[in-house]
């Protein structure tokens, strides 16, 4: 089975973030997941690291400090060249308008909504060719 060589969570709740790297590795998807509590952490990874390039990302929009639509924002500064990172958003808000903002300006193929489960995974990883 092929499987999704990095991963990144980025959530400021870690109970969602354990929940959502168990219900991965349940999935015997992904080999190598790492999670981030709040936004400012994964930036400075991102600068201090050229080669930090994750397949996947699952991001949180309602964060402190650096929410996830400023962390889009950094992130399409940083990488203004051609990234294979594929960004979901996982987000609690139903709001349409959230997933209408994202398509067409980021690296977002999909906007979902919480909680993550294994359904959702199997979906991601065949729509998306998200094997590695």
């Given at each position: 089975m092929s499987r999704i060589n990095h991963t990144v969570l980025i959530d400021d709740n870690k109970t969602t973030n354990f929940l959502n790297k168990y219900l991965m590795l349940k999935s015997k998807r992904f080999k190598r997941i790492e999670e981030f509590i709040n936004g400012h952490t994964v930036l400075e990874r991102f600068e201090k690291d050229q080669s930090f390039e994750p397949d996947i990302i699952f991001l949180d929009?309602?964060?402190?400090?650096?929410?996830?639509?400023?962390?889009?924002?950094?992130?399409?500064?940083?990488?203004?060249?051609?990234?294979?990172?594929?960004?979901?958003?996982?987000?609690?808000?139903?709001?349409?308008?959230?997933?209408?903002?994202?398509?067409?300006?980021?690296?977002?193929?999909?906007?979902?909504?919480?909680?993550?489960?294994?359904?959702?995974?199997?979906?991601?990883?065949?729509?998306?060719?998200?094997?590695?």
């Open positions: 929009i309602d964060m402190p400090n650096i929410n996830g639509w400023e962390l889009l924002e950094r992130f399409e500064k940083l990488y203004s060249k051609k990234v294979k990172t594929k960004i979901f958003i996982l987000s609690s808000s139903i709001n349409k308008e959230y997933s209408q903002v994202f398509k067409p300006k980021y690296f977002v193929p999909e906007y979902l909504i919480k909680p993550l489960n294994l359904t959702i995974i199997e979906a991601l990883y065949h729509k998306y060719h998200l094997k590695s």
